[in-house]
T-cell receptor
Framework: NAGVTQTPKFQVLKTGQSMTLQCAQD?????MSWYRQDPGMGLRLIHY???????DQGEVPNGYNVSRSTTEDFPLRLLSAAPSQTSVYFC????????????FGQGTRLTVV | DAKTTQPPSMDCAEGRAANLPCNHS???????VYWYRQIHSQGPQYIIH???NNETNEMASLIITEDRKSSTLILPHATLRDTAVYYC??????FGSGTKLNVKP
């Protein structure tokens, strides 16, 4: 049981490039979410999903797109990378609305130069 | 809008109990209180959760006030490895900034 898997672990992008951060979970969880964490800061919610085909914006959605075509996968797309998007990105999943804890991936460290 | 309030940082002596507070005055009646911690730059990990009653597991104890407006996470005998950021998220998705616990020798 792999849990939540994020790829890649590290990435360097040039300003203006696009890329997709991958997140997959094998626990058949309904809820998935993406966060960014800047140095010394907490977790800020980018986008979340409560099921396949359903996504919504969090606190800091600008510059990011998501889709949820399957229960297992929740990719995060950076449309045109900017240095301000340099951060550590975490993906999480949880089974449902009540009484279940969230499981986090190990993060993707992204640097935009 | 629901929110939680946590102190930004706390210190604790090694071997002593660490008591981390969280104010969640707008929590809804059927919403669980969860606690997580993040060690260094790893992904956050679940610690404990509860609805109304106090809870204990091998990692910690959770005390929830009768009106459910606040809770306290208790690490009974803090070690240096408990130095981490502790989160009491305000709902299923919003984690906020948490409390940085510094356990000192």
């Amino acid at each position: 049981n792999a849990g939540v898997t994020q790829t890649p672990k590290f990435q360097v992008l040039k300003t203006g490039q696009s890329m997709t951060l991958q997140c997959a979970q094998d626990m058949n969880h309904e809820y998935m979410s993406w966060y960014r964490q800047d140095p010394g800061m907490g977790l800020r919610l980018i986008h979340y999903s409560v099921g396949a085909g359903i996504t919504d914006q969090g606190e800091v959605p600008n510059g990011y797109n998501v889709s949820r075509s399957t229960t297992e996968d929740f990719p995060l797309r950076l449309l045109s990378a900017a240095p301000s998007q340099t951060s550590v990105y975490f993906c999480a999943s949880r089974g449902g609305p009540l009484g279940t804890e969230a499981f986090f991936g190990q993060g993707t460290r992204l640097t935009v130069v | 809008d629901a929110k939680t309030t946590q102190p930004p940082s706390m210190d604790c002596a090694e071997g002593r109990a660490a008591n981390l507070p969280c104010n969640h005055s707008t929590i809804s009646g059927n919403e669980y209180v969860y606690w997580y911690r993040q060690i260094h730059s790893q992904g956050p990990q679940y610690i404990i959760h509860g609805l109304k009653n106090n809870e204990t597991n091998e990692m910690a104890s959770l005390i929830i006030t009768e009106d459910r407006k606040s809770s306290t996470l208790i690490l009974p005998h803090a070690t240096l490895r408990d130095t981490a950021v502790y989160y009491c998220p305000r709902n299923k998705f919003y984690f906020g900034s948490g409390t940085k616990l510094n356990v000192k020798p």
